[in-house]
């Protein structure tokens, strides 16, 4: 990603945040037509180390999938393979259990 797009990104996640925080603070549930005039003055962009940590997990068939997790917020990104049978395997052993209690309590 350029620097310009980095810089055009943050403007707009600063903007964002200014019109979340200024309907947060207005009262009652819901705002209409809201409209928030905000200006960005003395940008700049300064390289930071934010610390990531990388996380390879190597599966049964060999495959392995890499995992970054933010270190300071702990996020987790990456797209894990599931295994449909263990998903669907636990699906029915919780249908079979709720089926179970109901069937004891008559």
Same mark, same amino acid.
């Given at each position: 990603?350029?620097? +310009?797009?980095? #810089? +055009?990104?943050?403007?707009? +996640?600063?903007?964002? +945040?200014? !019109?979340?925080?200024?309907? /947060?603070? *207005? ?11 905000? #200006?960005?003055?003395?940008?700049? !962009?300064?390289?930071? *180390? ?7 997990? #190597? ?15 702990? /996020? ?5 393979? #599931?295994?449909?049978? /263990? ?15 109901? *069937?004891? !309590?008559?």
């Amino acid at each position: 990603m350029t620097a +310009e797009a980095c #810089r +055009e990104l943050a403007v707009a +996640e600063a903007m964002a +945040e200014v !019109q979340r925080r200024v309907g /947060k603070l *207005l009262p009652g549930d819901r705002q209409s037509d809201l409209q928030v005039s905000a #200006r960005l003055a003395d940008i700049a !962009q300064v390289l930071m *180390l934010a610390p990531v940590w990388v996380l390879p997990v #190597r599966f049964a068939d060999d495959r392995v999938v890499r995992l970054l997790v933010n270190g300071q917020t702990g /996020k987790v990104f990456g797209k894990p393979p #599931r295994s449909w049978a /263990k998903i669907g395997a636990l699906v029915l052993l919780i249908v079979s259990l709720i089926v179970g209690v109901l *069937l004891v !309590q008559r």
